[in-house]
């Protein structure tokens, strides 16, 4: 059994910063990718960030040179530093994680509970 438990959302004003925290815990041998989507209303969920294990991380044009993810793999824990945040960044951001856990034989990926951004004047 994973869990993973997000933190840092909240209501910002447009150009403010908000940083999100995901960190993982359970029975996990190895995280491969860690990540960070959202979903606003009415909207499909859609890939904002992701880090891979070696170092390599991904970023969606809509927040480059804005938003920056990182990981502590020592801690299991994902972060997302988004800066300059617009009003249509505002989402529940949902933190993702795929992970090699015992007794499984194959990676399984996993959610956490979901944050709220709201950006806002």
């Known amino acids: 059994q994973v869990q993973l438990v997000e933190s840092g959302g909240g209501l910002v004003q447009p150009g403010g910063s908000l940083t999100l925290s995901c960190t993982a815990s359970?029975?996990?041998?190895?995280?491969?990718?860690m990540g960070w989507y959202r979903q606003a209303p009415g909207k499909q969920r859609e890939l904002v960030a992701a880090?891979?294990?070696?170092?390599?991380?991904y970023d969606a044009d809509s927040v480059k040179g804005r938003f920056t993810i990182s990981r502590d793999n020592a801690k299991n824990t994902v972060y997302l530093q988004m800066n300059s945040l617009k009003p249509e960044d505002t989402a529940v951001y949902y933190c993702?994680?795929?992970?090699?856990?015992?007794?499984?034989?194959?990676?399984?990926?996993?959610w956490g509970q979901g944050t709220q951004v709201t950006v806002s004047s």
């Open positions: 359970g029975s996990i041998l190895s995280i491969n990718a």
């Open positions: 993702n994680a795929v992970m090699r856990i015992v007794g499984v034989p194959l990676p399984q990926g996993s």
């Open positions: 880090a891979a294990s070696g170092g390599s991380t």
